[in-house]
C-alpha cells in the first residue's frame, strides 16, 4: 500500500511538472510568434536598415530611456537580428555596394552608436562581439576620454563618461568602425561656414591621428546638416555621412545623407522589430511587374 502511494505521488508530481514546462512552452512559443515575421521579400528589396543608438548603459542616472538602451534589452535586439539572419555591415559596404555592385550578405543592416560614449565599450561591445556583430562610432573628437559636455552645457543630458582613446582603439581593432561627430557637437547647420568646415575636417584628422587609421565615415550632430554643410562633408574626404531623417538606405540614397532608423530605450522587442522592418519598401522584380496580368 506504502510502495502504490509513493508511486502514485510521484506520478502527480512527475504530471504536474510535465504541464508545468508545457504552459512555459506554449508561452515561450506565443511569444515568439507575436513579434513580426520578418518578410522573404525584404532579401530582394536591395534595401539597408541603418539602426542608430547612443548609450547602452543600465544607469537611470545617465539619462532617459531617449538615448539610453538597457544592456539587456540590446542583447536581446541583437539577438533577434542574429536568429532572424541578419548581417551586420559597415557603412562604406552600404555605399560601395550601391556604387559598384559590390555584393553584402543576407539581411545586410548596419548598427550605429552617435557621440562616443564610455558604456559602447562597458556594455554594448562585449555583446556585439558575443553575436560577431560589427558596427560604427562616432565620435565627438574633443570629449574623448572625458565627458558629454556638449550637453552638460546645454543641459540637455546629465554627464556622461566617454571613450578613451584606448577603449576606441580596442574597439577599431576589433573591428568596429570609428567615424567623426565633429570637434565638439555643434549645429552645423548653423554656425559661419569656416567654422563648420574645421569641425568636419580637423575633427578627420584628430581621429586619424589618435587611432593610426583612416576615418571616412560623419554623423552630423543634432542632424542639422544643409546641402551646403554636406558638400564640405564630402568635400573633406568622408565617404558616406549619416543623419537623424528616419527611413532605409537604398540604391537612389545619397551617401552623404544617409537615413536611419532611431531605436529608443523605451521600446520593448515588438517595437523594436517593427521599427526596423518599417521602412522597406516593397519592390516587384520586372519579371512580376506589379499588378501585371497576363494580356
Ligand atoms: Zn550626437
Known amino acids: 500500500m506504502f510502495r502504490l502511494t509513493v508511486i502514485a ?131 565627438v573628437a574633443d570629449t574623448v576620454g572625458g565627458i558629454n559636455s556638449f550637453d552638460v552645457r546645454a543641459h ?13 582603439g580596442q574597439m577599431a581593432a576589433a573591428g568596429i568602425t570609428i567615424g567623426s561627430h565633429t570637434l565638439d557637437h555643434p549645429h552645423l547647420a548653423q554656425i559661419p561656414p569656416a567654422e563648420a568646415w574645421r569641425q568636419i575636417r580637423q575633427s578627420r584628422m584628430v581621429l586619424e591621428k589618435h587611432l593610426g587609421r583612416p576615418v571616412r565615415v560623419f554623423s552630423y550632430p543634432y542632424g542639422s546638416f544643409n546641402s551646403r554643410v554636406a558638400q564640405m562633408v564630402r568635400d573633406s574626404g568622408y565617404l558616406a555621412a549619416v543623419t537623424t531623417v528616419q527611413g532605409i538606405a537604398g540604391p537612389g540614397s545619397d551617401p552623404w545623407l544617409l537615413k536611419r532608423v532611431r531605436i529608443m530605450g523605451s521600446y520593448d522587442l515588438d517595437k523594436f522589430a517593427g521599427e526596423l522592418l518599417r521602412y522597406y519598401r516593397v519592390v516587384h522584380s520586372p519579371a512580376h511587374p506589379a499588378g501585371g496580368r497576363a494580356a
Open 9 to 139: 505521488a510521484a506520478s502527480i508530481c512527475f504530471l504536474s511538472l510535465a504541464v508545468f514546462l508545457g504552459v512555459r512552452n506554449a508561452e515561450n512559443s506565443l511569444a515568439e510568434a507575436l513579434l513580426p515575421v520578418v518578410p522573404a521579400a525584404i532579401e530582394h528589396s536591395n534595401q539597408v536598415p541603418i539602426l542608430m543608438f547612443h548609450k547602452v548603459n543600465p544607469d537611470p542616472r545617465v539619462g532617459g530611456l531617449g538615448l539610453r538602451v538597457p544592456p539587456d534589452k540590446f542583447d536581446r535586439e541583437m539577438a533577434y537580428l542574429h536568429q532572424n539572419g541578419f548581417h551586420t555591415v559597415s557603412l562604406t559596404d552600404v555605399v560601395e555596394h550601391y556604387r559598384t555592385g559590390k555584393p553584402l550578405p543576407a539581411r545586410p543592416v548596419v548598427i550605429t552608436f552617435d557621440d562616443g560614449y564610455r558604456d559602447n565599450f562597458t556594455y554594448a561591445f562585449p555583446i556585439l562581439k558575443k553575436y560577431h556583430f560589427t558596427a560604427t562610432i562616432f565620435v
Open 156 to 168: 540637455l543630458q546629465p554627464v556622461n563618461r566617454m571613450a578613451s582613446w584606448a577603449e576606441l
